[in-house]
């Protein structure tokens, strides 16, 4: 698992997440930043990515602490990296 | 008019990007004081900005009657008796159901303000206005003759820019808006001269982030609640606090656990107080004795904190099973590194049901309750776990 098939992951949950809201997502990049103010998310839209990345992909790179992120392709990387 | 001796005047505020002086306060203080006078005892504002809240303090004060803040979803009920004369009552945050209103003296308000001394001081207001601890910022910023900036209603991408923006020196936030904060703000650090933490436990990871994200700036957590006002700040950038001041105090506050929960006895406890014998109040937080420490384990009634917002999985798992389309279900709140906790449902179709028409069954169950303390993510599965003695596997961790 690289990280461009993680990013795809996030784009395609994340698009889901702000969908149910009634959002409609623009396009990720990889220096997209989460909270930002760009996407139409919120903390908690941002914890339940969590929370289905780790169902999908079976890691959760936060298990021993929290690891500094705030960039589509920083979180892309921790997952990449735990499923290493 | 003159201003109260609890303002400075010259503190401004900066509410949305306006900024406001006392003269502008003090117009529309006596604009509500006019009718303050003319009603029968009790003034009801709303609380969503903040240069409503303190011009309505203000007149209040001054009308000598009640104040009672309006927040969104908690309505002062009809019938809940006035007090006689001037104090504050500030409905309590509740996930359903009516909200608890508890009434406030502004001494008691203003009993632990700390940075009163410093009107160089920019402050960012991340709670609601008219919440027990917005007011205590916004009374903090008031005697200071500091400039308060605010936009009630932002979330922590917003904060974060304003904060950059005016180079505030000062926040006070729950540990998961620091969690959003610091993802927010990335390498535009505003520049910090005090960090508060509080309203639910702070952890040592993230002590130990904002410590190095702002290394040298005084990092306090405080306790307090609503019933008890406010009780001790914790200054040594360690989670929990000091075994020792169960036996010797702390500010005037005595400490013990009892069967596991926190009970303190406070001179600053709210008006009219429910304390029991010999003024123990019970705090509702389970705490462990750790070393030389008392750490915070989580809520006596099982509640976890999501993103700062009190939220009971048995309550949203009550919802779910009422679900016609539901044979069973276990909504269970699993650590999250963004809000702390948050909620998940593993839900059981009935014998036949559509996967999509019980989603959505779903969904509509738990619609009535703020976000935070709805299930996240919903997981359909063919039976519950249970334990040896029966029971549904429950993961509620600290």
């Keep these: 698992m690289d990280t461009a098939a993680v990013r795809a992951m996030i784009a395609e949950e994340l698009a889901r997440i702000a969908a149910d809201k009634g959002e409609t997502l623009p396009p990720l990049d990889p220096g997209t930043v989460f909270l930002g103010g760009g996407l139409p998310i919120d903390s908690l839209d941002l914890a339940t990515l969590l929370v289905v990345l780790e169902q999908r992909t079976g890691f959760d790179p936060f298990r021993a602490g929290f690891r500094q992120f705030t960039t589509v392709e920083e979180l892309a990387t921790l997952y990449a990296a735990a499923a290493a | 008019m003159t201003a109260p001796p609890w303002i400075d005047t010259r503190f ?59 927040r969104p979803g908690a309505e002062v009920p009809d019938g809940f008796p006035a007090a006689d004369g001037f104090s504050v009552l500030l409905p309590t945050s509740g996930t359903t159901g009516t909200p608890k209103l508890i009434r406030h003296g502004l001494d008691r308000l203003r009993g632990r303000l700390r940075g009163t001394g410093d009107h160089g001081a920019r402050w960012l207001l991340t709670y609601e206005p008219a919440s027990f601890a917005g007011l205590q910022v916004i009374l903090t910023a008031l005697a200071a003759g500091a400039e308060l900036v605010a936009a009630p209603g932002e979330g922590a991408a917003g904060l974060a820019r304003a904060a950059v923006a005016a180079g505030v020196t000062r926040i006070s936030g729950t540990p998961s808006f620091w969690r959003a904060f610091l993802m927010a ?24 982030r904002l410590a190095a994200a702002f290394p040298g700036v005084p990092l306090r957590h405080v306790y307090a609640s609503t019933e008890a006002g406010s009780l001790f700040a914790v200054a040594d950038g360690r989670a929990g606090f000091p075994a020792a001041w169960l036996d010797d105090g702390i500010d005037g506050v005595r400490l013990r656990i009892a069967d596991g929960i926190l009970q303190v006895n406070s001179p600053r406890a709210m008006l009219g107080g429910v304390a029991g014998k010999g003024g123990w109040l019970d705090t509702g937080d389970r705490v462990v004795v750790s ?10 009634d099982g509640r976890v904190n999501v993103g700062g917002v009190k939220v009971s999985a048995e309550e949203a798992e009550a919802l779910i099973l009422a679900c016609p389309l539901v044979a069973d279900a276990l909504v269970a709140a699993v650590p999250n590194p963004i809000t702390g906790h948050i909620l998940t449902a593993a839900v059981v179709p009935a014998a036949g049901a559509d996967p999509g028409l019980v989603r959505a069954g779903v969904r509509d169950a738990v619609a009535g309750l703020v976000p935070a303390a709805r299930p996240r993510v919903v997981t359909l599965v063919e039976s519950i776990p249970l334990d040896s003695t029966g029971k549904k596997r429950r993961r509620v961790e600290p």
């Design chain 2, 12 to 70: 401004r505020l900066t509410e949305y990007g306006e900024t406001l002086g006392w003269p502008s306060l003090a117009l529309r203080a006596g604009a509500l004081e006019q009718a303050f006078r003319a009603g029968h005892g009790r003034a009801v504002i709303d609380g969503n900005r903040v240069a409503t809240v303190i011009a309505a303090l203000v007149a209040a004060e001054r009308a000598g009657v009640e104040l009672a803040l309006r």
């Design chain 2, 185 to 208: 703000v990335g390498d535009r650090r505003p520049p910090l001269a005090s960090i508060t933490l509080g309203g639910e436990a702070a952890d040592q990871p993230l002590l130990d």
């Design chain 2, 291 to 300: 070393g030389d420490r008392v750490l915070f384990v989580g809520r006596a």
